[in-house]
């Protein structure tokens, strides 16, 4: 990824302070540090569409089994890697480009007392710092929109794969040509937006080798994100939170962005 595109990528996930806002969630609802677990964070954590349940649902469609190595790409906060080794009892890598997110995901994964199976590293989803063939499942949630180069993402995703592995994703994905409206969640400035094509990523998936097997959650993930709207709006939170949403929410709607599961395996 050209450096000023990951810096610009860095900075837009670098505006806000989560760690404190979800203490303040929890000691409202009675829970102290000592006592919180991995599933208290889970109405907090999970910076995707369809929140947990889109996290159990790819999980479900990938059969992640307990004992899987399983590499998270654009991990954010950790979600999905706690989620994993506490539900799926699996060994997890969470990689991401933003070391304010790192750090967040590390003291959040410390708050739940996971003190093993569970690490976290900066890095690129184009050059994730894992040994070739040691991952069984390489997971993504909400990460090719802000990835430049697709061939390279899928190319470094087979890299990573044991022979048997497979690559369990959760996507915005263009439908079709047209206007995006701006801002977007995972883009400030349309600069930011690298949202590839559906048919084009699947292309690149069966030129690596890949067996693609798609879902199409756009219109639950489309409800979620509108529910989440008017909850947002209802606490009054401040229209630079809840435009993005309400963009993607349109332009979903307009048939610009469709949103799927695919779990693809090595052929």
Known sequence: MRNDLAIAVQQHYSTRPVLPLIRDQLRRKGIE???VRPEDLYPYDQSHAGGIAATRRLAERAAIEPGSFV??????????SRFLHAERRCRVVGVDLTPARIETAIALTR????????NFVVGSALSPPIASGLADVVWTQHVTMNLP???AFIRECARVLKPSGRLASHEWLRKKSGELPSPLPWA???????????????????DNNFEPDVEDVTESMRAA???DVVALEEQDYPPERTTPLKNLVGAAGDGLFCCW???????
């Open 33 to 35: 540090d000592s006592r």
């Open 71 to 80: 590499m998270d790409l654009g991990c954010g906060y950790g979600s999905a």
């Open 111 to 118: 708050l739940v007392r996971i003190e093993s199976g569970v």
């Open 149 to 151: 180069d697709h061939a």
């Open 188 to 206: 400030s400035a349309p600069s930011l937006n690298h949202a590839i094509e559906a048919t084009r990523l699947l292309t690149i998936m069966k």
């Open 225 to 227: 994100l509108a529910a």
């Open 261 to 267: 599961m695919i779990v693809a395996r090595i052929r």
